[in-house]
């Protein structure tokens, strides 16, 4: 399958950002992209970094005029389009949710962030109510997508559970970067940690993983840090855990990946992990803590 991404510097402008990514959707469907994966949030600026109940005005119900927006860039551009909104559920209910375009533009399913973060400069638990729809996998004409979002990527379970429900990639709209007090010893190990258990994951589950992150500089208005330097760095990994493809880390980022479909089932052949698993022996996952 050959697979688009779209690593982008985002405006203040929501018209601009979403004009930027049609443009790129178009340009990577015309060089036969069949499935495009967009970063977490790429409407907009990255609003979490403080806390204002303004910042609800973001929000977008589904459907909407967004959501009819990227589906009528799925259909023109004839691919499948994995987008990621603020939606806005009810007055007082907010998700961050990924929502998938079928080619015809048609709304195959959505998912809502499960896990949610509460760190500074990432204050996702003021905007977002974590997810209810589970960890179920996307039908679309490509495939089962295990559309993950950002946070989620540092657990195992999420993807885990993903794959045992049949999903044959794990997808991850993210936003991710340094904050400016960091050395630079600490940035390299953040962004490594962030690259390997992602990697893990496809090991772990014998499937392919697509992430794709924000990159550029965003300043925190309230003046309160230096802002969030996004690392960029979207990357595709195989079944194996190797790498495809890596973007830079210092500047957008959009172009096509051919992922061999078939090699997960040979991969699993080779490494039956979900054989071997001690189903028997796990009911302990669940708890928060075991200190008996």
Not at 96 to 124: L, Q
Not at 205 to 234: A, C, K, M, Y
Request: charged share 25%.
């Amino acid at each position: 399958m050959k697979i688009g991404i779209i690593q982008q510097n985002n405006s203040s402008s929501i018209s601009d950002n979403r004009s930027r990514l049609a443009d790129k959707i178009r340009r990577l469907a015309s060089e036969g992209a069949e499935l495009v994966v967009l970063q977490e949030l790429h409407d907009s600026l990255y609003f979490c970094q403080t806390e204002s109940v303004d910042n609800f005005d973001l929000a977008v119900a589904i459907p909407s005029d967004a959501t009819e927006f990227y589906s009528s860039v799925a259909r023109e551009a004839g691919i499948v389009l994995v987008t990621s909104l603020f939606e806005r559920r009810a007055p007082g209910l907010y998700h961050n949710t990924a929502v998938v375009f079928e080619r015809d533009g048609s709304m195959a399913g959505k998912y809502r962030k499960m896990h949610i973060p509460d760190d500074p400069a990432y204050y996702e638990k003021f905007y977002f109510t974590p997810g209810d729809l589970g960890f179920t996998p996307i039908q679309t004409s490509v495939g089962r997508l295990g559309v993950l979002v950002c946070w989620d990527q540092w657990y195992p379970e999420a993807a885990r559970l993903m794959a045992m429900k049949g999903a044959e990639m794990l997808i991850y709209p993210t936003a991710i970067g340094w904050e400016s007090s960091d050395t630079p010893d600490e940035k390299a190990r953040q962004r490594e940690a962030w690259i390997t258990v992602q990697r893990g994951h496809a090991v772990a589950n014998g499937l392919p993983v697509i992430t794709v992150n924000r990159v550029g500089h965003e300043p925190d208005p309230s003046g309160t840090t230096g802002g969030i330097q996004f690392w960029g760095s979207s990357f595709v990994a195989g079944p194996q855990g190797e790498f495809l493809y890596q973007a830079p880390d210092d500047r957008e980022t959009e172009t096509i990946i051919e992922v061999d479909m078939k090699r997960s089932e040979q991969v699993r052949r080779w490494w039956p992990f979900l054989r071997d698993r001690r189903i028997d022996a796990y009911t302990d996952i669940t708890r928060r803590f075991i200190d008996d």
